[in-house]
């Protein structure tokens, strides 16, 4: 009994004059990779401001060019309908039998 | 002001010239702390890993409100609790397959001729509930002072006196049960 208690006391004080244990020497470049690897996927806020306005900049761009070819093609259509009345109407004057 | 704080804000300021002092004057502590509670390499060098990333990403936060070693020491205290706790969470999904025995653990700076006791220690260590794992691994393993455990850990000087005691008990009552017959001379 009193080998058991002298065994627990010793298992207890195994640690006695232990030194620390060294880490592999390469950890800290799997660290600083770690930090790269998380680093890059944070985009920064202004880039992203930047792709927005730009976003935004094209897309009034492609509306205004929409805008300006359907008045442009509006107007052809409404000269075309206009040219065709006139025809018409020159077409009719020249009915001299009526 | 302290070599360590002074450190600590040139990382804040992304020094990594700073970084790596840091690391070379604290990753002993933090690789052996994680060594003791996880048991093994593997598990420690990731606990290692995490913890200084986090140091790295936190730096400009540290209020200054403990001492640099206190505050990376609990770093390293939840990371590998958080680490435990999500190998048991998975551990449910190897259900069906033989349990695995976990081999025992033989720290690397333990003397020679305490080898075969430290062995029976840190299996009965594994055993304790955290908050007594924790205070004893600090304590007695680390030779943390109490009142720097009590700091690491955010709880009262009483309160770590009190989970040594219950843990020393517990200790000693699962060596006891565990290995009735050891020590006893044979005739």
Same mark, same amino acid.
């Not at chain 1, 660290?31 to 306005?53: C, H, W």
């Not at chain 2, 691994?137 to 955010?154: D, H, K, W, Y």
């Given at each position: 009994?009193? #080998?058991?208690?002298?065994?627990?006391?010793?298992?207890?004080?195994?640690?006695?004059?232990?030194?620390?244990?060294?880490?592999?020497?390469?950890?800290? %470049?799997?660290?600083?990779?770690?930090?790269?690897? !998380?680093?890059?996927?944070?985009?920064? *806020?202004?880039?992203?401001?930047?792709?927005?306005?730009?976003?935004?900049?094209?897309? %009034?761009?492609?509306?205004?060019?929409?805008?300006? $070819?359907?008045?442009?093609?509006? @107007?052809?259509?409404?000269?075309?309908? =206009?040219?065709?009345?006139?025809?018409?109407?020159?077409?009719?004057? *020249?009915?001299?039998?009526? | 002001?302290?070599?360590?704080?002074?450190?600590?804000?040139?990382?804040?300021?992304?020094?990594?010239?700073?970084?790596?002092?840091?690391?070379?004057?604290?990753?002993?502590?933090?690789?052996?702390?994680?060594?003791? $509670?996880?048991?093994? +390499?593997?598990?420690?060098? #990731?606990?290692?890993?995490?913890?200084?990333?986090?140091?790295?990403?936190?730096?400009?936060?540290?209020?200054?409100?403990?001492? +640099?070693?206190?505050?990376? $020491?609990?770093?390293? !205290?939840?990371?590998?609790? @958080?680490?435990?706790?999500?190998?048991?969470?998975?551990?449910?999904?190897?259900?069906?397959?033989?349990?695995?025995?976990?081999?025992?653990?033989?720290?690397?700076?333990?003397?020679? =001729?305490?080898? =075969?006791?430290?062995?029976?220690?840190?299996? %009965?260590?594994?055993?304790?509930?955290?908050?007594?794992?924790?205070?004893?691994?600090?304590?007695?393993? #680390? @030779?943390?002072?109490?009142?720097? +455990?009590?700091?690491?850990?955010?709880?009262?000087?009483?309160?770590?006196?009190?989970?040594?005691?219950?843990?020393?008990?517990?200790?000693?009552?699962?060596?006891?049960?565990? $290995?009735?017959?050891?020590?006893?001379?044979?005739?």
């Amino acid at each position: 009994m009193r #080998e058991n208690k002298q065994w627990i006391e010793d298992v207890l004080k195994s640690t006695q004059g232990m030194r620390r244990a060294k880490p592999r020497p390469d950890l800290f %470049v799997k660290i600083e990779e770690q930090i790269q690897g !998380v680093e890059a996927k944070i985009i920064p *806020f202004r880039r992203l401001q930047i792709a927005a306005a730009a976003a935004v900049l094209l897309m %009034v761009l492609n509306i205004t060019a929409l805008s300006q $070819y359907t008045n442009y093609i509006e @107007g052809e259509e409404q000269e075309l309908t =206009e040219m065709e009345q006139s025809e018409q109407s020159l077409i009719s004057n *020249f009915n001299l039998y009526e | 002001m302290s070599e360590s704080l002074q450190l600590l804000q040139s990382v804040a300021d992304g020094n990594r010239k700073a970084f790596q002092q840091l690391y070379e004057m604290f990753s002993e502590q933090v690789y052996n702390t994680a060594l003791s $509670y996880v048991q093994n +390499v593997e598990d420690a060098e #990731e606990v290692t890993q995490d913890v200084f990333t986090n140091v790295f990403r936190s730096a400009a936060r540290f209020k200054g409100d403990s001492q +640099v070693s206190t505050w990376i $020491y609990r770093i390293t !205290v939840n990371a590998a609790l @958080g680490l435990i706790r999500k190998r048991k969470r998975f551990a449910f999904l190897k259900f069906g397959e033989a349990e695995k025995e976990v081999p025992d653990f033989e720290h690397p700076g333990i003397l020679l =001729e305490n080898k =075969e006791n430290a062995k029976a220690l840190f299996q %009965v260590i594994d055993t304790l509930p955290e908050t007594q794992k924790i205070a004893f691994i600090l304590s007695f393993i #680390e @030779g943390l002072p109490r009142q720097e +455990v009590a700091n690491v850990m955010e709880i009262s000087l009483k309160s770590v006196e009190a989970l040594l005691q219950r843990g020393k008990r517990s200790l000693r009552m699962k060596l006891e049960n565990s $290995y009735p017959n050891r020590g006893k001379k044979k005739r």
